[in-house]
Every structure is written in structure tokens, then in C-alpha cells.
């Protein structure tokens, strides 16, 4: 049988979907395909060194349960969402929204994106990171983890012509 | 149930117990048995699929106080 083959491509830079594209090529690192996710423009700061750049934002953001990592049930379960003029004068809001959702992360034995990015790596999915993009937001390879290939659309496709599974995320 | 060796995935989420059993299954040799404890509800169906797809077959799976225990046989 040949080797199922998987191919994601990212281009979202926040800490929340940053879950999605290393959860799913783990996994299919872990079912036996051969992988490779091709970061483009906002993903490519899920190949930072430092990935405490990495925040999630309430803001505009409708659909993002907003709930306390602490306290009795009933306070866990209250929804502090609120309106996005509020949100927008208070300094530091997105900040604190983050800390919030890692503390939440961690209480439901979720890994944090730091582990399952490297989880992706000992099981061998290849990143490649989007050369045009890294220029285009005056990046540098160094800003980057090793073992990264750049190349463009090009690269992506002769991969991605031969896979299983194809998500743009 | 024999097994010979276990894994401890309790209190994790998706998709650690399945990368963590994956590891473990590297562990033992073909024919020997892993024996798994999750309390991830969503490792049910996960364990199926799993094995499903990758050959190794579940012997069986159990659930008592929210915990549950499985025992795959390694390809």
C-alpha cells in the first residue's frame, strides 16, 4: 500500500488557529502519512523561535467564548463577552484574553502549540515557510526555527499534487 | 487482560493520547500488547480510528468512572 499523503497550508498567526494545522499533521503524522504544512503570510509566525508572539483576540471576534480558567462552576460557565468599542479602549485587553485562554489550555490537558509543534517535528512533517511572505513582512530565516525549506507556490504544489488530504487553513 | 506495557494517558486531550499511544506502540514489538487509560471521552472513537487505519488491532475497550481503558495489539 502506498503512503497516505497530507498537505495543510496555514495562514493564520494567532494562538487559537494555530491548534488546527499542527493537531491535524501530528495526527496524521502519528496514522502513518507522509505530511507537510507550507506556512503563508499570518502562518508564518507559527514558525517563530519565540512563540509567545502567538495571541488570540476577543476583538471582532463573535463566535470566541470568553470564560474564566478559575473559580466555582458557576463562575467558570459565565460569558464576559463585550462589545468590541469596549473591548478597543481598554489597553492590554488581548493580553490578558491570551493568559486567560493558556491557563484554559492547560486545565483540560490540552498541549500548548509550543509541544505540538514539536511533536510535528519528531514525527517528521516538513514545513515549509513561504519565501515571498518572509520578505514581504521583513522577516529573516533567523527569525525562524532550523530545519524550515522556503519556497513558493511551486514547491507546495508538487507535494500537494500527490496527496490524500489538502486543507487550507 | 495481559499486556506488556501501559500508558498513562489520563487527563490529556485530543490529540495527545493518540500521538502518546503511537510512541508507545513504537516501544513494543509486534504481537505485544499496550494497555491504555484515558479519561478523554473523545478517545473512544479515536482508538478505533486509529487502529483502524494504522493496522493494530484493539482487543478491547472499557469504561468505568469516566475512565477508560483500551488494549491494543501492535501490528
Known sequence: MDTKKMAIIATKGTLDWAYPPFILASTAAALGYETQIFFTFYGLQLLRKDLSVLKVSPLGNPGMPMKMPFGPKWFKSINWNMPNAIQAIIPGYENVATALMKQTIANNGVASIPELRELCQEAEVKFIACQMTVELFGFAHSDFIDGLEYGGAATFFEFAGETDVCLFI | ?75
Request: charged fraction near 25%.
Open chain 2, 1 to 75: 487482560m495481559n499486556f506488556d506495557k501501559e500508558l498513562d494517558a489520563r487527563g490529556l486531550n485530543c490529540p495527545l493520547p493518540i500521538l502518546r499511544a503511537k510512541k508507545a506502540l513504537g516501544e513494543v514489538t509486534s504481537g505485544q500488547v499496550l494497555k491504555i487509560l484515558s479519561t478523554d471521552p473523545g478517545s473512544v472513537k479515536d482508538f478505533a480510528a486509529f487502529a483502524k487505519q494504522t493496522g493494530n488491532e484493539l482487543l478491547s475497550t472499557a469504561e468505568a468512572g469516566g475512565e477508560f481503558t483500551f488494549f491494543m495489539k501492535k501490528k
